[in-house]
């Protein structure tokens, strides 16, 4: 089966740098993703990744170690509009999506 | 692009009445589409996968008779809740795949349908 890890909640400060870490097990791998959900709305796509390494958008970036079964979303000069819960979701074999629970940030001013 | 539409985005609802939820992609062709269910401070969970022009494969625990998807064409799946209780009360969710961009991993989400059943 599959199974899921991130903390449930963060606390940050604006303008700095927190990372949200995933860990996770599967028997089958097809990528891993970071969506972006404000409170009463939908998940948006904020990164993917499938081979090892780091992946860098804007103020985002995403790591991935498929051998230790663990990711990271790394926030840089956080805004405040970045108070939301960012959920790991892992694609598996069938290319269904298994989500964490996902984690609330919190910035602080 | 890859936008998906839901609708409606709110309703309020008596125990015993059935609610359709409609999600459309509305700039692309969508050969699946998935449904899920949000409560309070949880993840999403996955109900089922709709496949266009075929019957809908439920996860475990979901029942299919009390949720009846219908996908009958590339841009449009319909969830339909039967017999609504309070305990359905929750946020559902669609999300599309698109079927042209020669890839399997990227779903486009609606923006959800809060549905409180009274």
């Known amino acids: 089966g599959q199974n899921i890890d991130q903390p449930t909640e963060m606390t940050a400060t604006e303008g700095a740098i927190v990372q949200i870490n995933c860990t996770y097990q599967?028997?089958?791998?097809?990528?891993l993703f970071w969506y972006q959900q404000h409170a009463g709305e939908a998940p948006t796509f904020l990164s993917y990744?499938?081979l090892d390494g780091l992946e860098e958008k804007g103020r985002f970036s995403s790591f991935l170690s498929r051998s230790k079964g663990y990711s990271y979303l790394l926030l840089k000069e956080l805004q405040m509009k970045d108070s939301a819960s960012y959920l790991c979701?892992?694609?598996?074999?069938?290319?269904?999506?298994?989500w964490g629970a996902g984690t609330k940030l919190i910035i602080k001013p | 692009g890859a936008v998906v539409s839901q609708h409606p985005s709110w309703v309020i609802c008596k125990s015993g009445t059935s609610v359709k939820i409609e999600c459309r992609s509305l700039?692309?062709?969508?050969?699946?589409m998935f449904w899920y269910r949000q409560f309070p401070k949880q993840s999403l969970m996955l109900m089922a996968t709709?496949?266009?022009?075929?019957?809908?494969?439920?996860e475990q625990g979901v029942e299919k008779d009390k949720f009846l998807i219908n996908h009958a064409s590339l841009t449009l799946s319909t969830l339909t809740v039967t017999s609504a209780h309070p305990e359905d009360s929750s946020f559902y969710i669609c999300?599309?795949?698109?079927?042209?961009?020669?890839?399997?991993?990227?779903?486009?989400f609606g923006p959800g349908t809060r549905l409180l059943v009274l």
């Open positions: 999300s599309a795949r698109d079927r042209w961009r020669g890839t399997m991993e990227t779903q486009y």
């Open positions: 700039d692309f062709q969508a050969t699946t």
């Open positions: 709709s496949n266009e022009g075929s019957k809908a494969t439920y």
């Open positions: 599967t028997s089958g791998f097809n990528g």
């Open positions: 990744n499938v």
């Open positions: 979701a892992l694609m598996d074999s069938n290319y269904q999506l298994i």
